[in-house]
């Protein structure tokens, strides 16, 4: 009886997964790094020239103007975006018909990065979109959000929070649904105030989600793309050009494939070193109960 | 606020589909015009004839099942495997796919695009196809959690009866962990339906074109005409709309349970 032969039939079950794992992961990681080591243009012969790529890469303009485009953008999207859906859950958790709310704040979350790019190319837009009018109505003259170069990456950063706004909102519910009651019972008795409870319960019991939800955003960030791809082409001058554009342009552009490599091998190790953190705390995030 | 929130939340949407219904004078006016009038249902047809979209829908709607029925297949397949059965190399195996997922998509994307070269899948559906078919860690993972916590003696039950691995993953496994197998369905339709930077890249015919790719080169065409650019956001919005209003609490309470979006 095939009892007696778990190895046979433990492959046998991983065995599409596990040619998909090598074939479309495995493979293309090694064959990342070993070109990231050459000067390969996408066509015939290449030579190994050791690290010259990544020595390029950081004396490359191009490539620091993307890296502080994207830090601008993270640090525009990470305390915004993680403030308002944490004041946001919190209001919500106490709030009968909350699963309403929820689906309305979770809408964004599901449609496509081109759906959202376009309608916020809309909204945004300088001359005649409904930010601005609605701006000028309380006598805000609104800038040209997607043209001007020093409000593009403001821009995106509006779309990126309104677009993960439920998705870490929903996070922040599961974290604050997890903290038993109990706590505030305890604190009521001592005669604690709401803003009290908050500070001494609701927010320290939550530093595990909020350390979660900080890194996850962190590593999307880092990733920033379709936004300004779609919306704006990099642009006005290259001032949504982001890492994630840089090795784009690169490689399917430039066709400077073993430089784009090293690019993108940096991005690795940087979101390496972010998912080792999280690893490494996650047993204060409750990942495995149910 | 949080009535104001919603209704930021959703304006957006709105404010695209009565763009969608407005002509060109109406769309340019300054205060805004709320209500469209006359309501420019010609704008839906316009795009529609514009350029493939029913094409696009078709592709992107059987690739979307096809990558979703495989994938709950393969990835059931190995993570019961990883769950139950007690094989050789098993726990490395599994830490190798854990690992793989903290790979950006953007380092594999270079090697991947040769790697389809190689295969000459470029330009055809089976670049978008099979990675999706074939490779899951997340899903795999996330079901090996769920098949972890079937109690043990429901196989020992099934074993005494004479069942195989085969049977007692098909009989037992995948009808108990069907809860788990639609999150990850929906994760996964949603993943496959709004993929952009696969097919921006492998796609070259218009007529191989996703949702999403025609889209982006719809805009490309029309960048002027704001009325039929968002009635073409509106039609492809539409399908991942009504999937997320049917399983919007398999979809939020999956994302709670998991705290990865799929």
Not at chain 2, 98 to 114: D, E, H, N, R, S
Request: proline share 5%.
């Amino acid at each position: 009886m095939n009892r007696n032969r778990p190895n046979v039939w433990g492959y046998f079950f991983i065995a599409p997964q596990l040619i998909g794992l090598l074939i479309f992961s495995l493979i293309p990681l090694v064959y990342a790094f070993t070109l990231s080591f050459t000067d390969w243009n996408g066509f015939g012969d290449f030579q190994f020239i050791g690290l010259a790529n990544y020595i390029e890469q950081f004396q490359n303009p191009e490539f620091w103007k993307a890296m502080l485009n994207t830090i601008y953008y993270m640090v525009l999207v990470v305390p915004i975006g993680i403030f308002i859906s944490l004041i946001l859950s919190i209001g919500l958790n106490k709030i009968k018909g909350k699963e309403i709310y929820r689906v309305f704040f979770f809408m964004p979350v599901v449609t496509s990065s081109v759906s959202v790019g376009i309608i916020f190319m809309w909204i945004l837009n300088g001359d005649f979109g409904i930010l601005n009018q609605l701006l000028a109505l309380v006598g805000i003259d609104g800038p040209m959000w997607l043209t001007d170069t020093k409000w593009v990456i403001p821009s995106i950063a509006i779309l990126s929070i309104w677009w993960g706004l439920g998705y870490n909102m929903v996070i922040f519910l599961a974290g604050l649904q997890g903290i038993s009651k109990s706590y505030y019972e305890a604190a009521s008795i001592d005669g604690a105030n709401v803003f009290q409870k908050f500070r001494h319960i609701t927010l320290p019991l939550l530093t595990p989600t909020t350390f979660f939800v900080t890194i996850m955003t962190i590593i999307s960030s880092f990733q920033v793309f379709d936004q300004a791809f779609v919306m704006t082409q990099g642009g006005p001058a290259k001032a949504s050009y982001t890492i994630v554009f840089h090795i784009y342009e690169q490689a399917f552009v430039d066709f400077t494939m073993g430089q784009s490599s090293s690019a993108a091998i940096i991005l690795f190790i940087i979101i390496l070193i972010f998912t080792l953190i999280q690893f490494k705390f996650q047993d204060r995030w409750v990942f495995y109960e149910k | 606020m949080l009535i104001t929130g919603s209704f930021i939340m959703i304006f957006p949407f709105v404010w695209t589909i009565l763009s969608s219904l407005k002509d060109m004078s109406q769309i340019f006016v300054i205060p805004p015009q709320w209500i469209p009038d006359p309501v420019m249902w010609s704008n839906y047809i316009d795009s529609l004839l514009a350029m493939p979209f029913g094409l696009a829908y078709f592709n992107s709607f059987y690739i979307t099942v096809l990558i979703v029925f495989s994938t709950l297949i393969t990835a059931s397949m190995a993570a019961y495997a990883f769950a139950k059965i007690n094989f050789k190399g098993a726990n490395i195996l599994f830490i190798l796919f854990l690992a793989t997922m903290m790979i950006p998509k953007q380092v594999t994307m270079i090697p991947l695009y040769l790697v389809m070269d190689q295969l000459n899948w470029l330009d055809t559906h089976y670049s978008l196809i099979v990675p999706g078919a074939l490779f899951n860690a997340f899903a795999v993972f996330l079901l090996r959690q769920f098949i972890m916590g079937i109690p043990k003696e429901l196989e020992e039950a099934a074993i005494m009866d004479g069942a195989g691995y085969v049977r007692i993953y098909w009989n037992i496994i995948l009808p108990l962990i069907r809860p788990a197998l639609a999150a990850i369905a929906i994760f996964t339709f949603l993943q496959s339906w709004n993929n952009f930077l696969d097919p921006l890249i492998y796609l070259n015919t218009p007529e191989k074109f996703t949702v999403p790719i025609l889209l982006n080169s719809f805009k490309g065409l029309y960048t002027a005409n704001w009325p039929l650019m968002m009635a073409g956001t509106v039609i492809s919005v539409i399908p991942v709309l009504i999937v997320y209003i049917f399983s919007q609490k398999q979809i939020i309470e999956g994302v709670a349970i998991t705290g990865i979006k799929g």
